[in-house]
């Protein structure tokens, strides 16, 4: 937090008042936001995962009234992260539907080896990044509290987004299009992994939707995916010692686990390349299981499936 606060907001603020844009400013502006090898957003990314989780973010009382959920709040305004898609739409909705069927960021429609269908998810994921299906599945489900709550966060975010288009549209463009863009792209790469490989037996078990990857690099333990599900509020310091306690009920439910990779690489393997025989090696059975065992078990859970009516 300290460290972009250092840099993105004075870059923003010198190239505001230069005025016309500045190739060293956006150059500087960019690798502040994610890093030469986009460790400072893998690290961005964590921290206002887990300040979401947290009922008033990072601060104590004494500081809370002043800095609030200063990453979601504040710093999320330079990435494109509209305020409210953490604290409300990922804890209230993702984390009640599980990427069932009614989350705004369910996959299990698609094919998720195929490029097409990517496309076509990170085209509707726009509408779950600005806010608006968050907004409707509140208003659907007649949650008044978490309605207004996105509505604020949407009106915010919004007019920031047209004031700096009005003081100068190239600005809004290279500092406040482009990070939104961005984050869609990521968040879609990052929802369309996570839960790829649902059983079609059992489409809404998010036991079985949700995906384990174990890596070397394993920051802050995110590769853990299905034990923050099963316990949100659990320290990322725990997720190892959880994953064991709840391996017995993966089995059962034939959660997938795989080696030597993170969410990126899976979404490369997966649906970039579609090297599945790469991803049958790096998965981890339950059971001994041939390659082509595992191959078929792959293919199977990565085929559309249709809402349970």
Known sequence: MVSLTLTVVPVFAIQLVLGKPRLLLVIAFYLALYGLKFQRFVRMFSASHLEAHRRQGFFSDKYDKFFG???EFFLGYFYGNIPELGRTAHVCLHHRENAG???TRNTMGYDRTSRIDFLWYMADNVWTVLGVAPYAYFRAKGDEKNRRRMLR???GYYAYFGAVFIYDWRIGILFVLVPILC?????AITAWVQHAFCDPERPEDYFANTVTVVDEVNFMNEGF???HHHRSSLHWTEMPAHFERIS?????AGSLVFRDLDFFGLFLELTVLRRMDVLAEKLVPWEPMEHEERLALLVKRTQPQDAVI
């Open 69 to 71: 959920r200063y990453l």
């Open 101 to 103: 069927f009614d989350d």
């Open 153 to 155: 966060g949407m009106v």
């Open 183 to 187: 984050m869609n792209f990521i968040n």
């Open 225 to 227: 995916h299905l034990c």
């Open 248 to 252: 017995d009920r993966m089995k059962v």
